[in-house]
């Protein structure tokens, strides 16, 4: 029997990496998407890594009546919701547009659920929540949230207030939230990857573009923060890996006889400064990387990385692959990109 997953926002960045992963465990993705965030070559790409046209529906998640149909269409076994906006500074520009189309969607997904009684839930959540560590800059699930820093930040520590909530009403279910940290690469055959629409503000999408000429140079937002070489530091995970997270979550889920809800941390465990990264880009792709130290960027957070001992006992998943293997996989991709 076919075991159907939802990925909402499946042709999107993560999304895309979890239904080549879905795909991979015999589970049978089925995207929904509406495109305004994500580009149609995608669909090449999942086509040409799975080896058959992914199962496709272009629906706004915002609209529930649309939404239903697929929930009639198919048994799901579990949902994975990934569709929302995510630039940190557009939400400071468009807060009410954040708000609505992050809590709106997720709210139809869960009303969903609970009609048509599907078990199994995983959500897109963020180390945002953590905001700016008190203390350690390890941080564990049991870490204290904080108050996040922008509207988009806030749409994910609402969005964990708001399962917590409809777990409250529904405690039959079995829901996850991931904590992503910061998710970086593409897939190995270079067919699918990270689509800035304008100018990235992520920052390795911006090594890329400016190593291929797209941008003059990078800005490090800073060099004069208390840690070892004076740049921010992050825990950048391989979507590969982030993408493999969300399989051992949903498979989780579902051996799970009792409701219940977690969240659990999806890094690597180790932090990587700013100016490691550009160091590692000039390493691993023999170039240098034109760049300057620039002012700091508002609401950065100095260092955070993940305590990932939650996912290694729970899920028996951990991060396999490296900082070099998701430079080498990025690049790679920026380059497929130039070829069309
Ligand atoms: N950076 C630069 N130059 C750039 C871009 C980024 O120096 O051109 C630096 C940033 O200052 C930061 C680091 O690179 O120190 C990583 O920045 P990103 O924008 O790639 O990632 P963030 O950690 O700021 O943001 C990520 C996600 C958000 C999420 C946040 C939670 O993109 O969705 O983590 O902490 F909310």
């Known amino acids: 029997m076919n075991r159907y997953v939802l990925v909402t926002g499946g042709a999107g960045y993560i999304g895309s990496h979890t239904v080549v992963a879905l795909h991979q465990q015999g589970f049978v993705p089925v995207l929904v998407d509406d495109f305004r965030n994500a580009n ?17 529906h272009r629906i706004d998640v915002c609209d529930k009546i649309a939404l239903s149909t697929l929930f009639e269409q198919y048994a799901f076994d579990g949902v994975i919701h990934f569709a929302a906006y995510k630039a940190v500074g557009e939400s400071v520009e468009q807060p009410l547009a954040y708000y609505h189309n992050n809590l709106v969607c997720l709210i139809n997904v869960l009303s969903l659920l609970e009609q048509y ?44 207030q708001i ?93 799970q006889k009792e409701g219940l809800l977690e969240a659990v941390n999806i ?20 170039q240098s990387l034109p ?10 957070v100095i260092e955070i990385y993940a305590n990932v001992q939650k996912g290694q006992d729970l899920l028996g998943w951990k991060a396999r ?8 996989d990025a690049w790679a991709w920026e380059q497929f990109l130039a070829t069309l």
């Open 291 to 300: 760049f300057e130290i620039g002012p700091r960027r508002a609401g950065d």
């Open 117 to 160: 009684q599907v078990p199994n839930f995983v959500f897109s959540s963020s180390c945002t929540v953590y905001g700016e560590p008190k203390g350690a800059k390890e941080v564990s699930e049991q870490t204290p949230k904080q108050l996040p820093e922008s509207p988009y930040g806030y749409t994910k520590w609402m969005g964990e």
């Open 163 to 255: 399962i917590a909530d409809f777990y409250k009403s529904a405690s039959h279910l079995k829901l996850m939230n991931l904590r992503y940290f910061n998710p970086v690469g593409a897939h190995p055959s270079a067919r699918i990857g990270e689509f800035p629409i304008g100018k990235p503000n992520n920052l390795l999408p911006f090594v890329t573009q400016t190593a291929i000429g797209k941008q003059a140079k990078l800005t490090v937002f800073g060099n004069d923060y208390p840690t070892r070489d004076g740049s921010c530091i992050r825990d950048y995970i391989h979507v590969v890996d982030l993408a493999e997270a969300h399989v051992a979550a949903l498979t989780f889920l579902a051996d």
């Open 321 to 328: 692959l490296s900082i070099e293997d998701a430079i080498r």
């Open 40 to 56: 149609a070559i995608v669909l090449d790409g999942l086509e040409f890594i799975l080896g058959q046209q992914p199962i496709v």
């Open 267 to 286: 890094g690597t465990g180790r932090g990587t400064s700013v100016l490691e990264i550009v160091e590692a880009f000039e390493r691993s792709t023999n």
